[in-house]
T-cell receptor, first 109, second 114 residues
């Protein structure tokens, strides 16, 4: 079973700060997903990575397959970025995603 | 195009009852997965269906069952409800049952068992 560790669990920062959230896993994967969940429950897919780096607006996601590690970066953070950010893994089978416990991010104005 | 839809949005049941949750995938998506998210935890995989067949099952008791219909919509059934079944139930759809397909999540059904 793949173990997913996210850090930090909670993060409070000031508006404008550069944010980094980390995800480490124990077993090889097919793809890694970064997801955003707002209060009320809805989950939005931010990125799906199998190698390298992806950028969308102020969000950047990187993955190092050899080190089994991924990071999600938020540049010029804004209060509307406040949410829970979840790392999830796709294995090779049909067993759905394996989720981390999430990082609760609060951006203060 | 509509996203993944789920119904109902909220539900309150008592112990021992059964419940049926519904999910309609994005048009053209043939795979539906169900997840349970207990408060404060990450979601846990329950089932995956593709082309009306069960393709994967998580570590949940037989009280949990699901099916997928010819139009690719899906139902999750839970029998003999326990207090511990109180959770947000999420449905996700994707085009095919392959790991590198992006999953799109519905808003969830919040089930409270009293």
């Amino acid at each position: 079973k793949n173990e997913v560790e996210q850090s930090p669990q909670n993060l409070t920062a000031q508006e404008g700060e550069f944010i980094t959230i980390n995800c480490s896993y124990s077993v090889g994967i097919s793809a890694l997903h970064w997801l955003q969940q707002h209060p009320g429950g809805g989950i939005v897919s931010l990125f799906m990575l199998s190698s390298g780096k992806k950028k969308h607006g102020r969000l950047i996601a990187t993955i190092n397959i050899q080190e089994k590690h991924s990071s999600l970066h938020i540049t010029a953070s804004h209060p509307r970025d406040s949410a829970v950010y979840i790392c999830a893994l796709s294995g090779g089978g049909a067993d759905g995603l394996t989720f981390g416990k999430g990082t609760h991010l609060i951006i203060q104005p | 195009d509509a996203g993944v839809t789920q119904s109902p949005t909220h539900l309150i049941k008592t112990r021992g009852q059964h419940v049926t949750l519904r999910c309609s995938p994005i048009s053209g998506h043939k795979s539906v997965s169900w997840y349970q998210q207990v408060l404060g935890q990450g979601p846990q995989f329950i089932f995956q269906y593709y082309e009306k067949e069960e393709r994967g099952r998580g570590n949940f008791p037989d009280r949990f069952s699901a099916r997928q219909f010819p139009n690719y919509s899906s139902e999750l059934n839970v029998n003999a409800l326990l207090l511990g079944d109180s959770a947000l139930y999420l449905c996700a759809s994707r085009f095919a049952s392959v790991p590198y397909n992006e999953q799109f999540f519905g808003p969830g059904t919040r089930l409270t068992v009293l």
